[in-house]
Structures are given as C-alpha cells and as structure tokens.
C-alpha cells in the first residue's frame, strides 16, 4: 500500500502520525511525504533555515520515506496565497505519488495554514475525483499545539473515529521528534515528551492498549 503524509510544517506529521508511519512501514507499506511550507528570510536566518533542512533530510531518513516533496510556500502565509497557486501542485503531487491512503492536517486546527490545506486538500480529492488519483481513504490527524488550541467550536472539533495501535512505536516517534531541534519543547509544552506520551496514553485508553493514535476519518471510497 502507498501512503502519502500531507504535513503543512515539517514536524506536523511526526507528532500527529508518526507511531502510525512507523507502523505502516513495519507492515511493508510503502510511505510519502508532502511538506507545504518552508521558513524564509528575514523571519527566520539563513542559518535557521539551513538547520531546519537538515532536520527534514535525517527525519526523510528516519521513517524511510521513498519520497519527500517540499512545495515551498511560505510559513505562516498562506492565506496569502492564491489557493490555486496550492491546489495545483497538491493535486499534481498526488496524481504522481497514487497514494491508497491521504494523512493530513485537521482542517479546524487554529493554525491558519492547517486550515488552509485541509481546504486545498479537499479540493483535489472530491469524491469523483478520488478514484483516479488512486486515493481510498482520507485521514485527518491532531497536532499538538494547533488542535488542542483551536476554540471549541462545533465546526472546529477535532472528533476521532480512527484508532491505531502504536504501542511499539511510542519511543520511536518520540526519538524522531528530538530531531525537529528547532521545533522542539521541553516538558511541560505542548511539544514536549511527556505531552506526546501523554496524548498517545490517552488515546490508547479509548482501544485499552498502551498507546494508541487518533483520526478523523473523512472519506473512505473503494
């Protein structure tokens, strides 16, 4: 199975479904990631920049993805961006990649890029659309410190229906997120080991395994 990751910044996938990455790529499943957003100058130093690269590059290599896309747009401006200026190269990467399964971004987070690829997402994978990109199934992921902020709100909820075991793969997704050394929290932030344990301990609870992680499912077509 082709499984394609949909992160708006680099980190987003790791802490939203990296234990089920982890898991998809024990089962022999063959993993993509489409990273949205990059850091650019002056908000950030080159140096900066040239770190967070680099983080991408070892993380690429942690998961063993096949494929990395990075569409550059700039962080924290999307909605400045025209959204077929996103649609179009969301909707050509898909069309190459034919994942079976999309992981993205809740669309009620309240980071305002989050919203806005969800939206652009959804716009490439309407339901008569999905079947020749090849996608079956549409995944949202939570991401600590965008979903859990979001207001709570009927529209902006984050409603899990989706449960996986990641019992195996708590220590590893925790390892691979040390290695956002630019985006990473000590405890007790959101970011933070133990909000990441924490949150996975919960969710676990919901299937009575140690550690589990949770979807929105959004579509399933076959």
Same mark, same amino acid.
């Given at each position: 199975m082709?499984v394609l990751?949909?992160s708006?910044?680099?980190?987003?996938?790791?802490?939203?479904c990296?234990?089920?990455?982890?898991?998809?790529?024990a089962?022999?499943?063959?993993?993509?990631?489409?990273?949205?957003?990059?850091? /650019?100058?002056p908000?950030?130093?080159?140096?900066?920049?040239?770190?967070?690269s680099?983080?991408v590059?070892?993380?690429?290599? =942690? /998961?063993?993805?096949?494929?990395?896309?990075?569409?550059?747009?700039?962080?924290?401006?999307?909605?400045?961006?025209?959204q077929?200026?996103?649609?179009a190269?969301?909707?050509?990467?898909?069309?190459?990649?034919?994942?079976?399964v999309?992981?993205?971004?809740?669309?009620?987070?309240?980071?305002?890029?989050?919203?806005?690829?969800?939206?652009?997402?959804?716009?490439?994978l309407?339901?008569?659309?999905?079947?020749?990109?090849?996608?079956?199934?549409?995944?949202?992921?939570?991401?600590?410190?965008?979903t859990?902020?979001?207001?709570?709100?009927?529209?902006?909820?984050?409603?899990?229906?989706v449960?996986?075991?990641?019992?195996?793969?708590?220590?590893r997704?925790i390892e691979?997120?040390?290695? /956002?050394?630019?985006? /990473?929290? =000590?405890d007790?932030?959101?970011?933070g080991?133990?909000?990441?344990?924490?949150?996975?301990?919960?969710?676990?609870?919901?299937l009575?395994?140690?550690?589990?992680? =949770?979807?929105?499912l959004?579509r399933?077509?076959e």
């Amino acid at each position: 199975m082709r499984v394609l990751a949909i992160s708006v910044h680099p980190d987003d996938e790791t802490l939203g479904c990296g234990g089920t990455l982890l898991r998809h790529h024990a089962g022999g499943d063959s993993l993509f990631w489409l990273i949205v957003t990059q850091a /650019y100058e002056p908000m950030w130093s080159a140096d900066v920049i040239a770190r967070k690269s680099a983080e991408v590059e070892r993380v690429a290599s =942690a /998961y063993a993805f096949e494929w990395v896309m990075r569409l550059g747009m700039p962080t924290a401006r999307l909605d400045t961006v025209p959204q077929n200026d996103l649609i179009a190269p969301l909707r050509d990467a898909i069309s190459e990649v034919r994942p079976e399964v999309v992981y993205v971004v809740h669309g009620g987070d309240v980071h305002t890029d989050h919203g806005v690829v969800f939206t652009a997402t959804m716009s490439v994978l309407k339901p008569f659309y999905m079947a020749r990109l090849g996608v079956h199934r549409i995944l949202c992921y939570e991401t600590l410190s965008s979903t859990d902020a979001a207001p709570i709100l009927p529209g902006r909820q984050f409603m899990p229906v989706v449960y996986r075991d990641i019992s195996s793969f708590i220590d590893r997704k925790i390892e691979i997120m040390s290695f /956002y050394e630019t985006e /990473y929290q =000590a405890d007790p932030m959101p970011r933070g080991p133990a909000s990441i344990r924490a949150l996975a301990r919960h969710r676990g609870a919901t299937l009575g395994v140690d550690y589990a992680e =949770a979807f929105m499912l959004i579509r399933d077509v076959e």
